[in-house]
């Protein structure tokens, strides 16, 4: 029995979120300028700890509060275009466990959830509206089995799961296809509070169900860094996230993205900027021109549009009530679509009325509890949090009993937590 | 085998027959004639089809096409300036089509699919998204002023309707609909119209089909051709085999999957000399509108209905058919080919007997077939020198001219191959 094992007895945190906000996108799909209000990313997180069972969830109830979707220019995915689609209720609910065997620590995962490819959930980084390539980047909600081994600064971490992406927040998975996607992902540590990953995913027919659609094959690098103190915060991520869409083995799509992004915290103050360009598949619309069929009627797209975007936000100190905080922020973002590769009959023009789009939405984070500091890795596939000091607070602390691994990567109290 | 093959090549290029009449056991009400000869025709570069004028239809993206007479009707898709709600009807008697008339379909964004009745005197007009329906129109009075009779929608066929196929069965006319899929619980489907009273339809028959769509039919002789994606080909008696089947209760003989599957439409080709023993499949792979497509042209042997066999292929680098069209006197099939313009094809002859020299082993599945490029069949193409790009979706061949649709410029009015 190793010194680790010994430390880890129980540990449940829990964390409610929600965020009321206005948004005015001008102009968007309907080629006028809209403003909306929503509750976006309502959501009850849980995650404990027995020994060495784990348990994880997610509960999203987007599907109460956004179900027309919520205004993000260029965003798609799940039937949704220029509105983000609300995510499934079951966003995450996995059981692991975690050993340290002959100097390796390995965890094993299962249940809906991230596969190991990409970067953190956009809903765990400093910004409210969702990046374009939140399909390029991210394979969220799937039934996903997930093995991970670290050892010192490396970590390596293969997953097995259902291609098919959520049809509404409260469908069913298609269970029978599990196993037909994988995705594996390597991340080095080499810095305190710094990491690079790279990731590959084989994913089959995200968009159909019952299967029949164009497969994906998937590649990402991700160079992320987060430096947090009591008072401050140091954060920055760049992204290369590459999307093929193949067909009967042969590639026929090809969409791109690379986006970075950095946020500074000082005295509660939290300033955060974005750049982002992106390809994104044309696709028919329905009457609403926000929605797109879900399946589409066959493989073929309208093109392929490509979106550059810059985001500037600027979140006020929280103000406390017990283990309640409410940040307010406003995020103001700068959009331009031309065309990609291949064009197609795809005209912003016609679509939108212009090519230069506006996007300003102001709100608050209303959050009680216990905030996850990462999204989208479990177990040991979780890395450290630099708490400032240089030192990665990856291991329990001998005389901190009851709190583990994953507790630490959780942010309790702070001037800078989102 | 090879010296078989020699033999069967030797003949003279007529337009013969061998063998006795076919009655197959599975269908016994049918006679698919005697097997054609084998042709061997020589190597020559693919003519240009003449185009004798055009018709420009900006506003909106054009989809299907149907000719009877002097006039051609149009459908449009999707959303250009306008909506694809618009049924063109332009006098072709000219070499340019002239737009006469036009006809708006409420509540459609698509109206990808026309068919005229044998008889001239209904237009049926196919709806997408939901509502899906039909609008069947009265073309008795005067063919250039349709004249709304009804609109025919259910829980069935509300995902939208994506073609729209007329039939008559021992005298009475049928409409088969293909219809969209739609979520996770809602499957694609054929459903089954009867327009005996064509001012109050009666959907006769319903059945789940298609992995993940069913796009397409073709009736003839009471024998439907189900176009089921990747399930292939379904050929269902509806009346033809003398067994007591009908549209409302189909019979499925047989069924075929054609390699690389994405099966779209069919046609079951007659020869003047009463050989009924192919029929071409269209396959619709991937690809962007205006840019790319993809998809080869099928040759199936329906010798023996209940197990066809796929015999020979066409292909094009770089683009993909759709709809057909056949001159059946001469044994021309004309494809729509998107971005590759329109296909003309020698289609005489016994398909399935070719030399070694024009087979080609498909990689996949080991399963070899003729080439008809390789045989010498590609005998015209059309548009490539429209001077302009095109995206052909319908063609039809009538009396001696081929009218194409193009999603991008409108409607072509082309000389025959021959």
């Not at chain 1, 029995?1 to 449940?12: C, E, G, K, T, W």
């Not at chain 1, 989208?376 to 596939?381: I, N, P």
């Amino acid at each position: 029995m190793l010194p680790r094992d010994s430390v880890v007895a129980q540990n449940i945190s829990v964390m409610a979120q929600a965020i009321p906000l206005v948004t005015r996108a001008d102009p968007t799909a309907t080629r006028s300028a809209l403003t909306e209000g929503y509750v976006s990313q309502p959501a009850l997180m849980a995650h404990g700890s027995f020994d060495w069972l784990q348990f994880r969830g997610t509960l999203n109830l987007e599907g109460l509060t956004l179900k027309r979707g919520e205004l993000s220019t260029g965003g798609y995915g799940e039937g949704y275009v220029d509105r983000r689609h609300p995510h499934a209720y079951i966003h995450e609910a996995l059981i692991g466990a975690q050993r340290s065997i002959a100097g390796f620590e390995g965890s094993v995962f299962a249940g809906r959830g991230f596969a190991p490819f990409g970067s953190d959930d956009p809903m765990a980084r400093p910004f409210e509206k969702f990046p374009v390539n939140h399909h390029l980047a991210q394979v969220l909600e799937r039934v996903v089995a997930i093995a991970a081994v670290r050892k010192g600064p490396v970590i390596g971490e293969f997953g097995l799961f259902g291609g098919d992406e959520p049809t509404s927040p409260s469908a069913s998975p298609n269970f029978s296809r599990f196993g037909d996607s994988w995705s594996a992902r390597l991340t080095v540590l080499p810095l305190s509070g710094a990491e690079v990953s790279g990731s590959m995913a084989g994913v089959t027919s995200p968009e159909v169900h019952v299967g029949h659609g164009l497969d994906q094959r998937k590649s990402s690098v991700v160079a992320r860094f987060s430096r947090q103190a009591p008072d401050s915060w140091r954060y920055g991520l760049l992204e290369y996230a590459h999307t093929d869409e193949r067909e009967l083995g042969e590639r026929v799509n090809t969409l791109s993205s690379i986006l970075g992004e950095a946020a500074y915290c000082a005295n509660g103050f939290v300033v955060a900027g974005r750049l982002e360009r992106t390809d994104r598949p044309e696709e028919e619309q329905l009457a609403d021109p926000f929605r797109t069929p879900r399946p589409a009627n066959d493989l073929s797209n309208l093109g392929i549009s490509r979106w550059t975007t810059v985001t500037a936000s600027l979140s006020t100190p929280a103000a406390r009530l017990g283990i309640a905080a409410m940040r307010p922020f406003v995020e103001v973002a700068r959009i331009a679509v031309g065309h990609g590769s291949p064009a197609g009959i795809f005209n912003p023009e016609l679509r939108y009325g212009a090519t230069r789009m506006w996007m300003v939405s102001a709100g608050i984070r209303l959050r009680a509890g216990v905030m996850h500091d990462r999204m989208g890795r479990y177990g040991v596939a979780l890395p450290p949090m630099d708490m400032g000091s240089g030192v990665p607070m990856s291991h329990p602390m001998p005389d901190m009993p009851g709190m583990s691994h994953t507790s630490m990567n959780a942010t309790s109290v702070g001037k800078c937590t989102l | 085998m090879l010296a078989a093959f020699g033999a069967a090549c030797s003949g003279d290029a007529t337009n013969g027959t061998t063998g006795p009449s076919l009655i197959p056991s599975s269908c016994t009400g049918i006679n698919l004639g005697p097997r054609p000869s084998s042709l061997s025709l020589p190597q020559s570069p693919p003519k240009s089809m003449a185009i004798l004028g055009s018709g420009l239809e900006a506003d909106r993206y054009t989809g299907e096409i149907a000719v009877r007479g002097n006039l051609a009707y149009t459908t449009t898709w999707q959303v250009r300036k306008a909506q694809g709600n618009k049924v063109d009807i332009w006098d072709v008697s000219g070499s340019a089509p002239q737009l006469v008339d036009s006809v708006i379909v409420t509540s459609a964004i698509t109206t990808g699919d026309v068919a005229v009745s044998d008889d001239g005197k209904l237009l049926v007009v196919a709806t997408e998204p939901s509502p899906g329906s039909i609008a069947v129109y009265d073309l008795s009075g005067d063919p250039r002023k349709p004249q709304l009779l009804s609109r025919f929608t259910n829980d069935q066929t509300a995902p939208g309707v994506h073609t729209a196929e007329l039939g008559r069965i021992n005298g009475k006319l049928y409409a088969f609909l293909s219809i969209d899929p739609s979520g996770a619980a809602i499957p694609a489907r054929l459903v089954i119209v009867d327009l005996s009273a064509p001012a109050s339809p009666k959907q006769v028959f319903m059945k789940i089909a298609g992995a993940p769509y069913v796009h397409d039919t073709h009736q003839r002789d009471g024998l439907l051709f189900v176009a089921l994606w990747n399930d292939g080909v379904d050929i269902w008696d509806i009346g033809g085999c003398g067994t007591g089947a009908s549209p409302e209760n189909p019979r499925i003989i047989g069924n075929v999957k054609t390699i690389g599957g994405e099966v779209h439409n069919i046609w079951w080709y007659h020869d003047p000399n009463g050989s009924k023993r192919f029929a071409f499949v269209g396959q619709e792979g991937s690809g962007s509108i205006g840019a790319s497509s993809r998809g080869d042209i099928h040759v199936i042997d329906i010798s023996d209905p209940s197990a066809p066999t796929e015999v020979a292929f066409y292909h094009v680098d770089g683009a993909g058919t759709h709809n057909f069209s056949v001159d059946e006197v001469n044994g021309v099939l004309y494809a729509a080919y998107y971005n590759g313009g329109v296909r003309a094809i020698d289609i005489r002859g016994d398909l399935s007997v070719c030399q070694s020299s024009q087979q080609v082993t498909d990689g996949a599945t080991g399963r070899t077939r003729c080439d008809l490029r390789l045989m010498g069949r590609e005998l015209a193409i059309g548009l490539s020198n429209a001077g302009r790009s095109v995206y052909v979706w319908g063609v039809q061949y009538v009396n001696g001219s081929v009218y194409a649709s193009d999603m991008i410029n409108g409607i072509w009015k082309l000389g025959a191959a021959k």
